[in-house]
């Protein structure tokens, strides 16, 4: 079956960048997402990339893609306390509705 | 309003019993989903219907039954209560878009925390 993979925790400190790495196994989604959850609440998506693609920048986000290793990255410039939350990322399987989420990484932005 | 509205939020119930927890969007969407989410914050489909169709049912005890009376609603009833149903569980409902990606963009509820004693 599908796996997403990620690691458990990141800590940065305010102004600099954070990197989520994200690992997954379907080579057939055509796109892949970031999702960020904030304490009790739901995920709310925050980009996608088309896997044809290898960067995607939208604003202080950028999306790096290697589809050959099949490796997800989210790079969060001048990361601030606003951005603590878990991060997950997500394939489509097979190119259905059905989304398959990475384990989630928590990440914590000390000032 | 919200978007997508869950209740209750949380849920506090005793092994054995029956519980509903209740969903509604008033995005338009047509497809709609349930997620449910463990103490390790991993996150899991359990089913997904379409325009009230059933279109995913994961390996789900048939204990968890999903209703959509239409489809701005999905429901969840859960019979017979364990201990490992405990988790926050998750409505979800998604645009049918004809420009990709057709899939993928999910508006979550806030969640329902459902606590078995």
């Known amino acids: 079956g599908e796996d997403v993979e990620q690691s458990l925790f990141l800590s940065v400190r305010e102004g600099d960048s954070s990197v989520i790495n994200c690992t997954y196994t379907d080579s057939s989604s055509t796109y892949l997402y970031w999702y960020k959850q904030e304490p009790g609440a739901g995920l709310q998506l925050l980009t996608y990339?088309?896997?044809?693609?290898d960067m995607k920048q939208d604003q202080r986000l950028t999306v790096l893609l290697n589809k050959k290793d099949k490796h997800l990255s989210l790079r969060i410039a001048d990361t601030q306390t606003g951005d603590s939350a878990i991060y997950f990322c997500?394939?489509?399987?097979?190119?259905?509705?059905?989304?398959?989420f990475g384990t989630g990484t928590r990440l914590q932005v000390f000032p | 309003d919200t978007a997508v509205s869950q209740t209750p939020k949380y849920l506090v119930t005793q092994m054995g019993n029956d519980k509903s927890i209740k969903c509604e969007q008033n995005?338009?969407?047509?497809?709609m989903y349930w997620y449910k989410q463990d103490s390790k914050k991993f996150l899991k489909i359990m089913f997904s219907?379409?325009?009230?169709?059933?279109?995913i049912n994961e390996t789900v005890p048939n204990r968890f039954s999903p209703k959509s009376p239409d489809k701005a609603h999905l429901n969840l009833h859960i019979n017979s209560l364990e201990l490992g149903d405990s988790a926050v569980y998750f409505c979800a409902s998604s645009p049918r878009i004809e420009m990709p990606p057709r899939w993928g963009k999910l508006f979550f509820g806030s969640g329902t925390q459902l606590s078995v004693l």
């Open positions: 995005l338009g969407h047509d497809t």
């Open positions: 219907y379409n325009n009230k169709e059933l279109i």
């Open positions: 997500a394939e489509s399987e097979g190119n259905t509705d059905k989304l398959i």
């Open positions: 990339i088309f896997s044809n693609m």
